[in-house]
């Protein structure tokens, strides 16, 4: 073999092993490569995982606090109603006072008007004896008057005297109601407190939910679970409700039935039951006919962008913390309690196929199978559901499709 024979295959071997290593390190750092990203993805995984636990965890405080809320308002309306009692009960006292106080006026000036009489006829014991010595016939007639004169006068100190008792316990009884107004004001003090203490804790740790929160899919995923659980409630609870219905009309007429067979005259139902009678008509035609529930600017109207693809089912109603909610029309409470992004809501089935829905309060003040009629106050306004700010979710459901509030209401 020649020099240079020698040369070229040593070369090409040379290359072919080096090719060799080249390929043998390509795909070394290949694997090294996937390695590393599968290892991202899990730690990715881990992180999502906890992630979602934390904001779990979040979710199951934030259920606790709205629930503290609605209780703690409960109570302050109590407290607010209470107050309201012990100030009329305050200001009728008052009255009562001040009527005693005139008739003790009155009192006092027949008294002493009797007196000057009695003074100015002259009946006294030396006149009488006078009397007695000349004319025993008209004397015993005088005396007979004196004592009616001074019977009548001791009666008068006796209702005058009594009177000044009355008015004695009255002003005990007023000075008794403002302490007790003054008590309950102080206990709604601490209640108003309380509930500012747990509103702001609530709003802390949903700005703590929010920040685990980054992708607008993850909300609309999130906005669809919300719909569809709202979804299964209602249909869960129209089927109670209509259930509910049946008994009591059922129970209507054997009462009506028995009712009449004993009397022999046509019953007449209570109010309730009228209600319950008339119950079938539903909302009607949209024509504004109804006022709104709460008084406040939109902030969202129906059908407007929530997020992604999710389009608002209902209104959103702008209303200070607190303000009444009160009810459209009459009809029958079929939910009324924490749904997931609506907060304490409130559901009112109108006839066989309409329902009124009132979402994202503080407080709620009726129970399901609740008959309730138009303009009653139902709950209060808070940010219980997906908005940060105090407002009220309003929605009309028809045949168990949303359908535009803004046609029923002013």
Same mark, same amino acid.
């Given at each position: 073999?020649?020099? @240079?024979?020698?040369?070229?295959?040593?070369?090409?071997?040379?290359?072919?092993?080096?090719?060799?290593?080249?390929?043998?390190?390509?795909?070394?750092?290949?694997?090294?490569?996937?390695?590393?990203?599968?290892?991202?993805?899990?730690?990715?995984?881990? &992180?999502?995982?906890?992630?979602?636990?934390?904001?779990?965890?979040?979710?199951?405080?934030?259920?606790?606090?709205?629930?503290?809320?609605?209780?703690?308002?409960?109570?302050?309306?109590?407290?607010?109603?209470?107050?309201?009692?012990?100030?009329?009960?305050?200001?009728?006292?008052?009255?009562?006072?001040?009527?005693?106080?005139?008739?003790?006026?009155?009192?006092?000036?027949?008294?002493?008007?009797?007196?000057?009489?009695?003074?100015?006829?002259?009946?006294?014991?030396?006149?009488?004896?006078?009397?007695?010595?000349?004319?025993?016939? &008209?004397?015993?007639?005088?005396?007979?008057?004196?004592?009616?004169?001074?019977?009548?006068?001791?009666?008068?100190?006796?209702?005058?005297?009594?009177?000044?008792?009355?008015?004695?316990?009255?002003?005990?009884?007023?000075?008794?109601?403002?302490?007790?107004?003054?008590?309950?004001?102080?206990?709604?003090?601490?209640?108003?407190?309380?509930?500012?203490?747990?509103?702001?804790?609530?709003?802390?740790?949903?700005?703590?939910?929010?920040?685990?929160?980054?992708?607008?899919?993850?909300?609309?995923?999130?906005?669809?679970?919300?719909?569809?659980?709202?979804?299964?409630?209602?249909?869960?609870?129209?089927?109670?409700?209509?259930?509910?219905?049946?008994?009591?009309?059922?129970?209507?007429?054997?009462? &009506?039935?028995?009712?009449?067979?004993?009397?022999?005259?046509?019953?007449?139902?209570?109010?309730?039951?009228?209600?319950?009678?008339?119950? @079938?008509?539903?909302?009607?035609?949209?024509?504004?006919?109804?006022?709104?529930?709460?008084?406040? @600017?939109?902030?969202?109207?129906?059908?407007?962008?929530?997020?992604?693809?999710?389009?608002?089912?209902?209104?959103?109603?702008?209303?200070?913390?607190?303000?009444?909610?009160?009810?459209?029309?009459?009809?029958?409470?079929?939910?009324?309690?924490?749904?997931?992004?609506?907060?304490?809501?409130?559901?009112?089935?109108?006839?066989?196929?309409?329902?009124?829905?009132?979402?994202?309060?503080?407080?709620?003040?009726?129970?399901?199978?609740?008959?309730?009629?138009?303009?009653?106050?139902?709950?209060?306004?808070?940010?219980?559901?997906?908005? @940060?700010?105090?407002?009220?979710?309003?929605?009309?459901?028809?045949?168990?499709?949303?359908?535009?509030?803004?046609?029923?209401?002013?």
């Amino acid at each position: 073999m020649s020099f @240079s024979l020698f040369r070229l295959k040593t070369s090409a071997m040379l290359t072919a092993l080096f090719g060799c290593g080249a390929l043998l390190f390509s795909v070394g750092s290949q694997s090294a490569d996937l390695n590393q990203i599968q290892q991202q993805i899990k730690q990715q995984e881990s &992180k999502l995982a906890e992630q979602k636990r934390a904001q779990a965890k979040l979710q199951s405080t934030l259920k606790n606090q709205e629930s503290q809320i609605n209780s703690v308002a409960g109570k302050l309306r109590e407290t607010e109603l209470s107050l309201k009692e012990i100030r009329k009960q305050i200001t009728d006292a008052d009255k009562q006072l001040k009527l005693l106080e005139k008739q003790e006026r009155e009192q006092k000036a027949k008294l002493a008007k009797q007196m000057d009489m009695i003074y100015r006829s002259g009946l006294n014991p030396s006149v009488l004896e006078r009397m007695l010595s000349e004319d025993a016939q &008209k004397a015993s007639r005088m005396k007979v008057y004196y004592e009616h004169l001074n019977q009548t006068r001791i009666e008068m100190i006796h209702h005058l005297q009594a009177t000044q008792m009355q008015i004695v316990k009255q002003k005990e009884a007023i000075l008794g109601q403002q302490q007790t107004h003054k008590d309950q004001l102080s206990s709604q003090k601490k209640q108003q407190q309380e509930l500012e203490k747990i509103q702001r804790e609530r709003q802390s740790t949903l700005n703590e939910i929010n920040k685990t929160i980054h992708q607008d899919q993850n909300k609309l995923a999130r906005l669809r679970a919300n719909e569809t659980s709202l979804r299964q409630e209602i249909q869960r609870a129209e089927q109670a409700a209509r259930q509910q219905e049946q008994r009591e009309r059922e129970a209507l007429a054997q009462r &009506k039935q028995a009712e009449e067979k004993r009397t022999a005259k046509p019953y007449k139902p209570t109010a309730q039951e009228r209600q319950l009678i008339n119950s @079938s008509g539903g909302l009607g035609t949209a024509k504004r006919q109804y006022s709104k529930p709460v008084n406040g @600017s939109i902030l969202y109207a129906f059908g407007s962008t929530q997020a992604g693809e999710a389009r608002w089912k209902g209104m959103v109603i702008a209303a200070p913390n607190g303000t009444p909610v009160r009810a459209i029309a009459a009809g029958r409470v079929i939910l009324a309690g924490q749904l997931n992004g609506y907060g304490y809501m409130v559901i009112i089935k109108h006839g066989d196929s309409d329902l009124s829905l009132y979402g994202f309060n503080q407080a709620v003040f009726v129970k399901p199978n609740q008959l309730v009629s138009a303009g009653q106050t139902i709950a209060q306004v808070g940010n219980t559901g997906e908005l @940060s700010r105090p407002a009220l979710y309003f929605g009309i459901s028809r045949k168990g499709t949303p359908v535009n509030p803004a046609g029923w209401i002013k």
